[in-house]
């Protein structure tokens, strides 16, 4: 019964692929989001979904490209990785309501060599 | 844009002994909330605790409860009786409503807390 969860938990690739890491909640909220945490432990917002379209776009490189099939669904895809894009990335969802705090998933840490 | 600050890279605590955290934020909004996530080494995400701006009492969950300032712009967490499972990074972070009902949530960097047995 996980309420956020992402495929991969871990991913290792090299320097210009290609990848892709899923998420899926089956709480019925209706915004999903992705945060990136570098080696700080700094979060940070990448993109915000809500209903299947784009609220937030925190200036994030085009490389990155969220996909979200249905509102239980945002997936992100990664073109063309850097080695600074290795990190550890978060999907999370809420309730379409002013201040409901976020549910985060186990996040995924992506390594490029 | 708003920030939100956690001055404290890294705190220690006995076991049992209560600790408190810091975190001051900056808003010129007068209507958003502010949570406090704990991040053990196993990496989940998990709310620990939560204050809504307009409501003056301090929340409390537990052996956790906050010290919630809101003209100092201060949201600290205190944990009584500490335990082993507490070690883990605590997350400072506010909500902000957003244009079109969305909302937003920025984060602190961090206090990582030890607990000494």
């Known amino acids: 019964d996980t309420a956020v969860s992402q495929t991969p938990k871990y991913l290792v690739t090299q320097m210009g692929n290609d990848k892709s890491i899923k998420c899926e909640q089956n709480l019925g909220h209706d ?4 945060y990136k ?17 784009l609220i937030i776009n925190e200036t994030v490189p085009n490389r990155f490209s969220p996909k979200s099939p249905d509102k239980a669904h945002l997936n992100l895809h990664i073109n063309s990785l850097e080695l600074g894009d290795s990190a550890v990335y978060f999907c999370a969802s809420s309730k379409f309501l002013r201040y409901s705090p976020l549910h985060f998933g186990n996040g995924t840490r992506l390594t490029v060599t | 844009a708003q920030t939100v600050t956690q001055s404290q890279p890294e ?23 502010l949570f406090w996530y704990k991040q053990p080494p196993s990496r989940q995400m998990i709310l620990v605790i939560r204050q809504e701006a307009y409501k003056q009492q301090n929340a409390t969950e537990n ?22 499972g507490d070690a883990a990074m605590y997350f400072c972070a506010y909500l902000e409503g957003i244009s079109g009902g ?13 607990v000494i047995p």
């Open chain 2, 11 to 33: 705190m220690s605590v006995q076991e049992a002994e209560t600790v408190t955290l810091s975190c001051t934020y900056d808003t010129s909004e007068s209507d958003y909330y």
């Open chain 2, 63 to 84: 052996r956790f409860s906050v010290n919630f300032q809101k003209a100092a712009k201060s949201f600290s967490l205190k944990i009584s009786d500490s335990q082993l």
């Open chain 1, 37 to 53: 945490q570098d080696s700080k432990k700094f979060l940070k917002i990448m993109f915000s979904y809500n209903n299947k379209e």
């Open chain 2, 102 to 114: 969305y909302q937003k949530v920025t984060f602190g960097t961090g206090t990582k807390l030890q």
């Open chain 1, 31 to 34: 915004t999903m989001y992705w």
